[in-house]
């Protein structure tokens, strides 16, 4: 019988073999996904968001706030359409989002720390964690895209930076430097050498962000907010086009 | 079909087994890919010095030298508006502790001036043991990195005894190498344990197949428990109140942080050292000789000083040619393996007198042009070539000019 053509009142469970392979088959796909997840959305974030998430010293006011999350939404809003449209499953942005973290932390142990010698508190990711499960409950007590665009996309912006600053806060403590004061972070990049790195690169604290005084983050969050409604919904959209369940309709 | 699979096996470990006998470890850095006349016009190193090239972990040395800023600077090089003395490390095996420019200390980036001369200083701490071939080396922003001379440098010592210690601005000491990992970590942690047990609450029930036919069947409402609800409610009030609740104890335990620091620093460069008005050298016409690997320049020099002077020495792109008749001393060149020692010759090796103007033809000659990669200037889009001319009088004073001129290709 074709999943398609089932009615509520003809479904049966699965039970015995059937629902042990059917569990199997979760199982299988779950891996699958986790390392595809793994590997994609971590290209994806190393292409995109790149040095801001690798140095300490990137991680700034104004750009990391803005660019973060708004590549770091894609890969979720994606995923959460077809977990939630095909499944029902309201963990496609925490699944990412956790997948994206094991692939930036065995890179960064092993690409950054034990071949290439970097401390790795130079290199410690930022979490997106609390924004992907606020993501994931939105959608699913909302049951909407556009409300889920709308306050979610707004809320895995604007959660970004507060969650991330318990965890880099202390690397904006000043230190003197050269007749001059630095952060750690900054000092982070003067001491550890990057060859490729010159300390002109960063992409830091320019710009016209500076219309309310020195509050350069909220804007920046505001700012990603917005942004992150509409590359919400043009994601959720990549995933509603390039997924398919016709294999599932053959069982 | 076994056989040939065992066959084909064995002739590939075979064929691998031979690439493994000569592994070598990559110690090129790139230092001949720049085009040469971005090398040769642009930064112009000399004097370059390395206190020690032996020492242990933890143990400071410094390399110390002089660069003239190429007044030919390449048209199609962006101006040094934005410029970073670096050095050339496969990863921080050493650490920067001090850095200065003119004397002054210097941790950002810096505007250069075409024309102007400047003398550093890079202090440097011994972090990873072993053998590296080091390069001082400016980054110019959307020029690319123009190497200074290479030496190698041996780190005895264990990795795990190095330590690096900075007082922040309280006045408390931090080990920057694990400084905030812990607290990194816990977090992570913290918001990891949340997100497992989210999927958790999920992935514990049938999924993708049992779950698609519920939905197909319309039985969507079973699919999401009121429990689910109530959990995903409560979660959705509560992530966003420790987020701030979290971020507003971090604000209240770090009262005084500041911004990432992002300023250019300003050093104005020395009083004139090169071309510096006492004796000019004007380049008439640069011919290389692709045969012989020779360049023949044609100079019309003019002694304003007070002595009689000899030319000694011409470097461009870190490679000497040396005058084995200057009766003085040259630079110090013994860490350099790029010296020519013979191959400078002049038409007319005699004293430049006082007020004397002379032209005079000389030629720079030896396989360092090819072996450097510089010979490739004649196929460069800009095929002008730069470098300094060293004169000495007869007491060792020292003067410089930067030369320069579009040279001529001889083929034949």
């Known amino acids: 019988m074709m999943s398609a053509n089932i009615s509520k009142r003809s479904f049966r469970p699965y039970t015995g073999e059937k629902a042990r392979i059917s569990r199997a088959y979760d199982y299988l796909i779950l891996v699958l996904a986790l390392f595809l997840f793994i590997g994609a959305f971590h290209l994806h974030f190393a292409l995109t968001v790149g040095d801001w998430d690798f140095w300490v010293d990137w991680k700034d006011r104004q750009y990391w706030p803005l660019v973060t999350p708004l590549m770091g939404i894609t890969f979720p809003a994606a995923v959460q359409y077809v977990m939630w449209n095909k499944f029902r499953l309201p963990m496609g942005a925490t699944l990412c989002v956790a997948a994206l973290l094991i692939g930036t932390w065995v890179t960064r142990i092993f690409a950054y720390h034990y071949w290439n010698y970097f401390p790795i508190n130079m290199v410690l990711p930022a979490t997106m964690l609390p924004g992907a499960l606020v993501l994931d409950f939105i959608l699913m007590l909302s049951n909407s895209l556009t409300i889920t665009a709308l306050f979610g996309g707004a809320a895995f912006a604007l959660l970004f930076y507060p969650s991330n600053w318990p965890i880099f806060g202390m690397f904006h403590v000043p230190v003197e430097q050269g007749n001059g004061q630095v952060t750690v972070a900054d000092l982070f990049g003067f001491q550890y050498i990057r060859t490729g790195m010159p300390e002109y690169l960063r992409i830091i604290e320019r710009g016209t962000l500076r219309t309310y005084g020195q509050y350069a983050t909220p804007l920046s969050a505001f700012a990603s907010a917005l942004l992150c409604t509409l590359m919400y919904t043009l994601w959720w959209y990549i995933g509603k086009w390039f997924s398919t369940v016709r294999y599932l309709n053959k069982i | ?412």
Request: with cysteine.
């Open chain 2, 1 to 412: 079909m076994k056989t040939i699979l065992v066959k084909t096996l064995t002739a590939f470990c075979l064929i691998f087994s031979v690439y493994l006998i000569n592994v070598q470890t990559a110690m090129a850095h790139g230092e001949k890919a720049l085009e040469p006349f971005i090398r040769m016009r642009t930064i112009q190193w000399y004097d370059v010095h390395w206190s020690k090239q032996a020492f242990n972990v933890n143990e400071e040395i410094s390399v110390s030298g002089k660069f003239h800023v190429a007044e030919d600077w390449p048209i199609g090089v962006p101006k040094p508006e934005a410029s970073f003395l670096n050095i050339s490390t496969p990863g921080p095996v050493l650490i920067r502790t001090e850095r200065y420019l003119n004397g002054k200390p210097w941790t950002n980036s810096v505007a250069l001036e075409p024309g102007g001369d400047y003398d550093f200083k890079v202090v440097l701490k011994g972090r990873m043991p072993g053998h590296y071939h080091i390069h001082p080396f400016f980054n110019l922003k959307d020029a690319g990195q123009v190497m200074g001379p290479g030496v190698w440098l041996d780190i005895a010592g264990n990795a795990s005894d190095f330590s690096n210690q900075a007082k922040i601005i309280n006045g408390e000491m931090i080990d920057m190498e694990s400084f905030g990992f812990a607290n990194g970590v816990l977090w992570h942690a913290f918001w990891g344990i949340l997100a497992t047990a989210w999927l958790l609450w999920w992935v514990r029930r049938p999924l993708f197949i049992s779950r698609y036919r519920m939905l197909e069947a319309g039985m969507e409402d079973e699919l999401i428990t009121p429990q689910d609800k109530l959990i995903a409610k409560s979660a959705m009030v509560a992530v966003p109140v420790m987020v701030l609740a979290f971020n507003a104890m971090a604000n209240n335990n770090l009262p005084n942080t500041i911004p990432l620091q992002a300023s250019l620093d300003q050093i104005l460069p020395l009083p004139a050292k090169v071309n510096a008005g006492i004796v000019n050298v004007d380049t008439l016409k640069a011919e290389y000789r692709v045969a012989e690997r020779a360049m023949k320049f044609d100079l019309k020099i003019d002694n304003q000083s007070n002595a009689p002077l000899h030319i000694g020495e011409f470097s461009t792109a870190n490679v000497y040619f040396l005058n084995k008749d200057l009766p003085v001393a040259h630079q110090d060149l013994s860490d350099s393996s790029t010296v020519s020692v013979e191959g400078m010759s002049l038409d007319n090796n005699d004293a430049i007198k006082p007020g004397e103007q002379r032209t005079l033809t000389m030629i720079v000659k030896d396989g360092l042009w090819e072996s450097e990669k510089l010979d490739g200037l004649i196929r460069d889009a800009d095929s002008r070539i730069g470098g300094l001319l060293f004169l000495y009088d007869l007491t060792g004073k020292r003067y410089i000019s930067s030369i320069t001129a579009a040279v001529i290709p001889k083929f034949n």
